[in-house]
């Protein structure tokens, strides 16, 4: 299975960061799979953000949550996250990454893709 980020590398602040992960080799329906989107800002550590499931069910960071909307389109197998009211603090390396349900590890990931929140 692999993944891959895209979407702009430079958003605005108070504009809406969108980015989508395409899955190959695998269904995003695949029973048993959480798909997630994991940041790193600059200097710090990973920060999980949210994941829908096989299922399409959703599930997001409790500090994240008013902003963050993660779907999917299982007809071009990828999902999306949409961040709202972004501001520099949102700066941050992005990956789509993908775990059985019921194992902590990440199995698949992303490469990742830089985003820059800047006027």
């Known amino acids: 299975v692999q993944l891959q980020e895209s979407g702009p590398g430079l958003v605005e602040p108070s504009q809406t960061l969108s980015l989508t992960c395409t899955v190959s080799?695998?269904?995003?329906?695949?029973?048993?799979?959480?798909w997630s989107w994991i940041r790193q800002p600059p200097g710090k550590g990973l920060e999980w953000m949210g994941a829908?499931?096989?299922?399409?069910?959703?599930t997001y960071i409790p500090s994240l949550k008013s902003r963050t909307s993660i779907s999917r389109d299982p007809s071009k197998n990828q999902f999306t996250l949409q961040l709202s009211s972004v501001t520099p603090e949102d700066t941050a390396v992005y990956y789509c990454?993908?775990?059985?349900?019921?194992?902590?590890?990440?199995?698949?990931w992303g490469q990742g893709t830089q985003v820059t929140v800047s006027s």
């Open positions: 990454a993908a775990r059985r349900i019921g194992v902590l590890q990440y199995e698949y």
């Open positions: 080799g695998g269904s995003i329906t695949t029973n048993s799979y959480y």
């Open positions: 829908i499931a096989y299922s399409g069910s959703t």
